[in-house]
């Protein structure tokens, strides 16, 4: 199936659960997340008009931007930012969606100042306590926002999670919807626009619960099974640009 066909699909799907919620079509943006695979699926992707698309990686992210030079791209980092990694993402007008600590956000800020640019963020929050999710614990989202929002260089838009992996043979959709609630509870009461939950299981519960933007990978772009994709070794001299 090509990634024309299933964008589609899931724009039929974005439809029906925002009709369903009474909301608009519009109101939801559509990330699609394009981690492991190869830039010609990320160019049909926008040729379909699908121009957010997220990464988890920097520096497989770098190599797809370079590879891409594509000014149609909105980019999405979805990724956990190493704090030694935060220098390849500051200056690239990309929206930060994994924001999850104070030590993140004292060195965003400082390289956004001594650059003079602005980091849009979401904050990160990990609303069913899952270890093996990134985020900051439901506790600690007040303190961590009230933080990033004191500083000059960053505009704190939203919050972000991922729910736990539903046990096998139960309904994602309802497994993960109460965790969207929790997160939807969250930015209703810091007041904050940007609602990034749901994937491709359960994009529908988190339409119904306020998602303003969903982070679809397999829907769109397949299974993922061959790793990160690298940049391949210039085939000629001066084939391509740095
Ligand atoms: C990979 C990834 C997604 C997309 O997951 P799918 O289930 O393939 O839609 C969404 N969010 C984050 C943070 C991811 O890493």
Not at 51 to 58: A, K, M, Q, S, Y
Request: overall charge negative; aromatic content about 2%; hydrophobic content about 40%.
């Amino acid at each position: 199936m090509s990634v024309a066909t299933r964008i589609s699909a899931v724009r039929e799907r974005i439809a029906a659960a925002t009709e369903a919620a009474g909301r608009a079509p519009d109101d939801v943006t559509i990330v699609g997340v394009s981690k492991t695979h190869p830039p010609e699926m990320l160019e049909a992707a926008l040729d379909a008009e699908l121009v957010d698309l997220g990464e988890n990686r920097t520096d497989e992210w770098d190599a797809k931007r370079r590879a891409l030079a594509d000014p149609r791209v909105r980019w999405h980092f979805v990724g956990r930012v190493q704090t030694r990694a935060a220098a390849d993402l500051v200056g690239h007008d990309v929206l930060i969606h994994s924001v999850d600590r104070r030590r993140l956000v004292d060195r965003l800020e400082r390289l956004c100042a001594s650059d003079g640019t602005q980091q849009r963020v979401l904050v990160q929050v990990n609303v069913g306590d899952d270890p093996a999710k990134g985020g900051c614990a439901l506790d600690e989202v007040d303190d961590l926002v009230a933080y990033a929002v004191d500083k000059p260089h960053l505009s704190v838009e939203g919050v972000m999670t991922v729910p736990p992996l539903p046990p096998s043979h139960t309904d994602p959709n309802a497994a993960a919807r109460p965790h969207f609630a929790r997160l939807a509870e969250v930015a209703d009461r810091l007041d904050l626009p940007e609602r990034s939950m749901g994937m491709s299981a359960d994009l529908e519960a988190a339409v119904a619960e306020g998602a303003t933007m969903v982070r679809v990978g397999t829907a769109i772009f397949g299974p993922r099974d061959d790793g990160p994709w690298q940049h391949p070794a210039p085939t000629r001299q001066g084939a391509r640009r740095g």
